[in-house]
């Protein structure tokens, strides 16, 4: 049952996705990477992507060079294009029993096509939402 796909766009959304906690070791972690999309495939009631990661603004797992996202539903949400580039947030999920170990990509995750505009916004986040705790980034920049 699919609807129209829920778009998450805009500076406040961008920084508090970036800026999100990392849970426990079998809970979420969460990473900010630039990724070119491969390839799609269904699996069931899931879509499978076929990533190539390309460039990574916030890593708190390791990343091959081409990896698999999942998205629970078989909707396209969020509408992934093969052959374009992503900057994509995303989560490590590894269940308590640690027979499963996913990179989720949720309908609510941050999803923008990349443009050196998007990347210019990200890399201020680095320092921003470091461990010391989230800045506002008017206060890197000096304004606040």
């Known amino acids: 049952h699919c609807g129209k796909c829920r778009r998450v766009r805009g500076r406040g959304e961008r920084q508090r996705q970036y800026c999100l906690r990392d849970f426990g070791e079998s809970e979420l972690r969460v990473s900010v990477f630039r990724g070119k999309v491969m390839g799609k495939l269904y699996r069931g009631e899931e879509t499978r992507?076929?990533?190539?990661?390309?460039?990574?603004?916030?890593?708190?797992?390791?990343?091959?060079?081409?990896?698999?996202?999942?998205?629970?539903?078989?909707?396209?949400?969020?509408?992934?294009?093969?052959?374009?580039?992503?900057?994509?947030?995303?989560?490590?999920?590894?269940?308590?029993?640690?027979?499963?170990?996913?990179?989720?990509?949720?309908?609510?995750?941050?999803?923008?096509?990349?443009?050196?505009?998007?990347?210019?916004l990200l890399r201020p986040l680095e320092e921003a939402c470091s461990n010391r705790g989230p800045k506002k980034v008017a206060e890197l920049r000096g304004y606040a």
Do not use: K
């Open 49 to 120: 992507y076929d990533v190539q990661v390309i460039h990574t603004y916030r890593n708190r797992y390791r990343l091959e060079h081409r990896e698999f996202l999942w998205v629970s539903n078989v909707c396209d949400c969020p509408h992934l294009e093969e052959g374009r580039q992503y900057v994509l947030m995303v989560r490590r999920h590894i269940n308590y029993e640690h027979t499963l170990d996913r990179i989720l990509l949720e309908e609510g995750s941050y999803v923008a096509a990349y443009r050196p505009r998007e990347d210019a």
